[in-house]
């Protein structure tokens, strides 16, 4: 019966939640610092445990959700980092898939590998792809490869040898010679990380764990020693890609595995809000001050992926760093409050360059020069200059004016107005072609789904990206502006570990493989009760599976209890129906291949008590009228304000209106009502 703290940190704004003993929620916002974040996180959480009265005795466990991992990949930011690989396997990394993520662009440029050629060195050993040993390891000629690595500045080595998923002894050894050639060397193995086929895939994650290994140890260090200082007395958890959070302690050893640890908390938080009204198919949309995250939610879970790739060039499969991680499959793009607007061969271009917090955008008055799409927001009426972020930041309106016609309207020859709606129309067009990805691309009409807009610039652009998708629905969470930090509290903890073994179903040795799954559930189950978790550990099994001669593969459930062949025989039934769901047919006379089988561990969630309308709505929650520019009233346009705080459950809203709160501002255009539910939430119905 303590307190529980989360807090996220996003491009420009870091998010923070407080949750009482009782499960009552108190939030807020802070600028991010850089180049440490960490400061920005201390002194937010010190202020809003000072403003609850709560001493840092008192809480019991905080959890943390950082693109600190992904920021150091995309910004090239390690050095010293090194590979070691089986001789002949030096150009994995470069030759990759040997396919061109566009087919006619004759000047296609590929991602640079993460370690150049010079820091990849080679060892004589060789494992066949049955496991057995075909070239045993030259251990003299592998202290002379690691011998030499460290004398060219290397200082964290990931090793990853040919088949190593099926038979480590080769790199553990290497392990061994490294730490007695090196001591100071930082080691990643693969059969670690990443115990799983394809060799281009199982080196480029073994590569991203090592390289982002050094930043990530030493900023949690950092971190839980300033929070151990203050008296807080707990584990320092950390929200994972999968969407369950792991101790820091186990982020050290598996740094992959957070990537993208603040935006799972906002796609997991979406699908409780999905819940929470009746609405299981949704689409998850977080726009921050920097990125605009998307995911498909199905049935109330959302969608995942175990081929995750970072930093794709404009969103094309195949063009970034592939991963072997179990993630929640978001869609990311350059599209926030503070992306950066400017005329660019006679037209609008936003992003994907951002402002972040530093400088900013023009309007918040930090030097900023460049215009932003907050700017244009503000230019046209959506924003209050008064109450930004619940009044903590007071925004420049003139300011903002001055540097969209400067940069965008004069150069274009346009009102300042129109020059202001342009940028937030195409911001809008950028992000629904994202959203077209994570629906019609993955086989779902988004006019059969439910928006869930969130985030600190969500709420403004989400109904705009609603009317022009066709979705009927949209759910305005209260407290969009920190739904990410809510989300970290609601998680579950959670471990996944996979192992490939390539066998016919039909040909299995079901004893063999009850054995392999001990062990998976042995080694999930210690890191989860690592954390402290009390009561029982769900193992949830899958497998993914393909017809024999086929390069991809399908997951399919794996049932619990005893396999044996009944077992066996319901897995290829699901897969079955899971081939003709995605592909509209199946062959149940074709053989099939198992691949690769996974495990996850999962603790029990925390109860998470999301506050309730207060208000009798006696007053109505009209708090004013503004003037805001809507294309559909030809510009301006007296438009009603309400205070979120005010609404009443069952109170209705018409479009065009602006409803404000303390972490965001949501946006109602014409055409579009909205009811409030109990929780505070908006139910916007948009016209079709």
Known sequence: MSYRIGFDVGGTFTDFVLQSPAGELTTAKRLTTYPDPSEACLAGLDALLAAAGVAWSDVAQAVHGTT????????????????LTTRGFRDVLLIGREKRYQVYDLQIEKPRPLVPRRLIGEVTERVLADGSVRTPLDEADARRAIRALVESGVTTLAICLLHAYLNPQHEKRLAALAAAEAPHLTVTLSHEVSPTFREYERTSTTVVNAYVMTAVRDYLRGLGAALGGRGYRGRLFVMQSSGGVATADAMERYPVRMIESGPAAGALMAAAYGELTGHRDLIAFDMGGTTAKLALVENGRPYTTTAFELHRVHGAAGSGLPMNIQAIDLVEIGAGGGSIARAHLGVIAVGPESASSVPGPVCYGRGGIEPTVTDADLVLGYLNADYFAGGSLRLDR????????????????????????????????????????????????????????????????????????????????????????????????????????????????PAALTTMYDEMAAQAAAVVRGAAVAGNVTLARSLDARYVGQGYELTVPVPAGRLDAAALARIRAAFDEIYAARYGYANPMEPVETVTWKLAAVGGAPRVALAKAASDGRDGGLKGRRRAWFPETRGWTECAVYDRYALAPGARLDGPAIVEERESTSVLPPGTSATVDEYANLIVEVAR
């Open 68 to 83: 600190l991992g992904s920021n150091v990949v995309i910004e090239r930011k390690a050095r010293g980092v090194g590979l």
């Open 398 to 509: 003139d300011g903002a004016r001055r540097a969209i016609a400067t940069r965008v309207a004069q150069p274009l020859g346009l009102a300042v107005e129109d020059a202001a709606w342009g940028v937030h129309a195409i911001v809008n067009t950028n992000m629904e072609l994202a959203t077209r990805v994570v629906s019609i691309e993955r086989g779902r009409d988004p006019r059969d789904l439910t928006f869930v807009a969130f985030g600190g610039s969500g709420p403004v652009h989400g109904c705009r990206l609603a009317q022009a998708l066709g979705i009927p629905r949209v759910i305005l969470p209260a407290a969009a502006g920190v739904t990410a930090a809510i989300g970290l509290l609601a998680a579950e903890v959670k471990f996944d570990v996979a192992r490939t073994w390539v066998r016919r179903l039909d040909a299995l040795d």
